[in-house]
């Protein structure tokens, strides 16, 4: 045998939110005869990544747990036909040209995704907008930042983010508005913590409805009323001209619109602000007054803006206030989006929004129009606006779309209104999907489904939120016959005759005509602009190290970056802030305020639908599951989905913990949302809350979009996501089971034994949770059974065969298992009783929760044989005591609930002594927030708290159905006013 080894590193970007992390993966080149294979044996952050200065989240610190090829898409198909490429794009370019050459070209439209590189984007976008002639391409980041896009453009004249991340340390007051960044943007939340602990008279200001983890940072934690964010910021506009704090020169000098914008915000005084949000009148002058006396300020925004009917109007509310006290364009201030995406803002860049053409220019406006029509040598390019994404599977929907080509995103489960989506897809005459998996809600969908390269394998650019553009680098070769985005697009735009368009080579070509158009006859009127990295080798492209646009020259030298931030003198240097010359990009170069008049959600709550459902992110899972999903470990901190609700909302409703709940909205009075309850008191009361990420491969029952309506934006199109109306109902049932299996269960056959199902990943297998739901029997292939040893049976007949099978009932339990060659290939446990989805009633078995049995069978699935000891230990339901330490906290080094409660007893009073006694939190740091909660939560006298408990619950057990609709009546009143 001749085998060799060589040893190689390579750095690239973290594929998850819009931080842009750098990585550092090391690699092992095995050459075995005439084989070559690539192994990644170990990842972390780069030391010299300005983004995080080696930090990773516990996502990206598990992103090797994602590269399997398990699950992927490996070849093209057609029908369900496994076809050549060739075949593939042939057939792609031919139905466009058809469809165009009948129905016209805005009868063909893409949707895109954050998730593309820019050299993927940018060819999709010149596709569209400048050869077939349509703006019919828009992204899933309408959902995520269209809202902010939209802000910094009707305040600034354009899209420019005027911070960066040194900003967040360097600030005296730290505002974060709708960001829960402890679990959403961990790494920058960490960077706060520690600009935090060196400057301890730092104010950080969190606004948000929840009590998330983020509120462990915070001097003032703000909890308002849903929807009333306008009015909070008014008020703080109102504020700093009531006590004088207006920067009245730069006002003057620079701004257009204030005595107009003023004049919206007078009736907002604190008493009225307090009110109308809903919180402590002494916590609102606190924020204000912390504002108004600092020179420097950052308010860090992102969903909780963004997702709103109100999403433009609430950024430009924030906007407003930093232009009143010339807080923009220095150190540590201005109005600071963060985005969601690994490439949002590369998507910005290119124009991938139906209302963007290219390079930050505008569809219609005459001058770019020519100026790209003239640089593409297209007399093809758009001048209308497209469809943003709502509208278009609206047109879908209604038959003018014909054609749709989805690109490396899941809109099935991340759209509002899955319904309508649904019923869209299946009606359209032509679907095609590009993505690196082979299942998800979407592909379902597809006539034509392509395989893309996943992370791991793309080579190009992203862009991150504070305008720093980073290489992404290739790790793995393509995935079976995958190809990259801009290549199965170019091969398209080759076919349907454009040739000398889009003949590229490689990502690097693209870039450089993405650059070039960006500096095009630009002399400082756009502010997009890489003229300075025109014209690389691609040698230099190789080695681009991460730079902050606009880098308008490649001898300019950069004033505003520290110097340990700056490149190298071989590199051109780009900017770290914009507008510190106090010139914005509009008609005359003055920023402009906008005046705004608060409006209510549109989803409003009712004596139907008496509550409030905002979503959002979980601690360790990311969008669709598609990449986390497959990393048991990200697993392991929330299993599945959970409704959190406030406790007193709980006894109202006679809900018990973690009874299944059915979820109904005016927008899907037939199939429920169906979810587990959890309490917290970090929830206000009439409000709840559901993560975004589980979706119909993951449960038969979830899929949170559905209970949204296309409610949106009217400037920017981005949907109502954080306000929905719905019911709550506790679901009853006669059985329910824990199923544990080294391989997946096909889900048809699930539908054959129950009428409710969750799927979580474990490390040696899958966990099921199985229930039969009388509401939802009528619908189903299984209506009831007369015991739980009749569905066992039913069980056995789909799913293994009995003679192999091991069984122990009790009354109404059965626990049951697989054995093959000795070794555990399935366990059951029957329970035939009142839904329950945690508690255990097995009177011979130890108390322990689901999450807890599941660690410990895992690890049983892991041997290679099963001792006769743990199979009567499993028929009998008893655990050894190392799997009763309750829910994991930590996952990078495994450390559970109960553990670091005993050691809090033992005087570990600070998240440090938590980390030097378990290591909890030494790593990642995306659990140090959580053991700061812990910690706080071990002071709270426990019997006083329980007293509170019940004297709240006596006096407020009703509060969820009249919270939300105390709002209607004072808004109309101020809005009357005016």
Known sequence: MNTSFVACSKQSTCPYCGVGCGIDVDLLETNKFANKSLEATNLSGSREHPANFGRLCVKGTHLLETTSPEGRLLVPSVNGREVEWDEASDLIAQKMQDTIAEHGPNSVAFYVSGQLLTEDYYVANKLMKGFIGSGNIDTNSRLCMSSAVAGYKRAFGADAVPC?????????????????????????????????????????????????????????????KPGTD???????????????????????????????????????????????????????????????????????????VNQSVSGVDNANAIINCHLASGQIGKPGCGPFSITGQPNAMGGREVGGLANMLAAHMDIENPQHHDLVSRFWHSSKVTSSLGLK???????????????????????????????????????????????????????????????????????????????????????????????HDW????????KMGF??????????????????????ENKGSRDFNLAGLVGMTPSQYEQLSPIQWPVRSSNKQDTQ????????????????????????????????FVPIIPKLPEQLTCSEFPFVLNTG???????????????ARLHQHTGHAELNLHPFDAKALGIKEHDLLALHSVNNPDEPVILPAKFTRNQRQGECFAPIHWSKAWSSHVHIASLFSNARDAISGQPELKHAAINITKVTGSASAQIYTRQALPELMLEQVCNYWTKTKLTHGYQYELALVDELSEKSTVKTVENVHAWFEMFLGNFAEQSQVHSLQTGTELNALKLVDGSLSLVAFFQQSQLDTKRDSNQVSKQLSIAEQANWVDSLLGQMTLSDEHARNLLRKVPSDEFTQGRLVCSCFNVREKSISSAIEQGCDSVEKLGEKLKCGTNCGSCRSELATLIANERIEPEAKHNSEIEVATQRSTAHSTSNRQLTIPIKQIEALK
């Open 617 to 631: 992110r979980s601690r360790d899972h990311w969008h669709t599951m598609t990449r986390t999903g497959n990393s």
């Open 389 to 483: 994404a709502v509208d278009m599977f609206d047109a879908l929907e209604s038959g003018q779309i014909k054609f749709i080509w989805i690109m490396a995103t899941n809109p099935v489960v991340s759209m509002p209104n899955r319904q309508k989506v649904e019923r869209a897809l299946a009606q359209c005459e032509f679907v095609v999907v590009s993505d690196c998996v082979a299942k998800n809600d979407t592909l379902v969908f597809a006539n034509v489904v392509l395989p893309a390269t996943g992370w791991a394998e793309k080579d190009g650019t992203v862009t991150n939120s504070e305008r720093r553009i980073s290489r992404q680098r290739a790790l793995f070769p393509p995935t079976g016959k995958a190809r």
């Open 230 to 304: 306008t009015i909070l910021f008014n008020g703080l506009l109102n504020y700093l001209r009531e006590t004088e704090a207006l920067d009245q020169a730069f006002v003057k000098r620079h701004t257009n619109n204030f005595a107009d914008t003023i004049r919206c915000a007078e009736s907002y005084t604190v008493d009225a602000v307090s009110e109308l949000c809903d919180v402590a009148r002494e916590s609102v002058e606190a924020f204000y007054a912390a504002f108004a006396t600092s020179k420097r300020s950052v308010t860090f925004y992102s969903m909780g």
């Open 164 to 224: 960066n991340y040194e900003d967040l340390e360097i600030a005296d007051v730290l505002v974060l508005v709708g960001s829960n960044a402890a679990w959403t943007h961990p790494v920058l939340f960490q960077r706060m913590e520690q600009a935090k602990k060196r400057k301890p008279n730092m104010k950080v200001i969190v606004v948000d409805p929840r009590k998330t983890a983020t509120a462990s940072l915070a001097d003032i934690a703000l909890h308002i």
């Open 487 to 494: 290549q199965i697009i170019s091969e398209v735009g080759v």
């Open 561 to 592: 970056t520290a110097p340990e931030l700056q490149v190298s003198a071989a590199q051109p240097s780009g900017t770290a802030r914009l507008f510190t010359d106090n010139i914005f990009f509009t008609h005359n170069q003055k920023a402009n």
């Open 499 to 520: 040739e000398k368009a889009f003949s590229y080579s490689s990502p690097a070509e693209i870039f450089d005509e993405h650059a070039a158009l960006s500096a095009f």
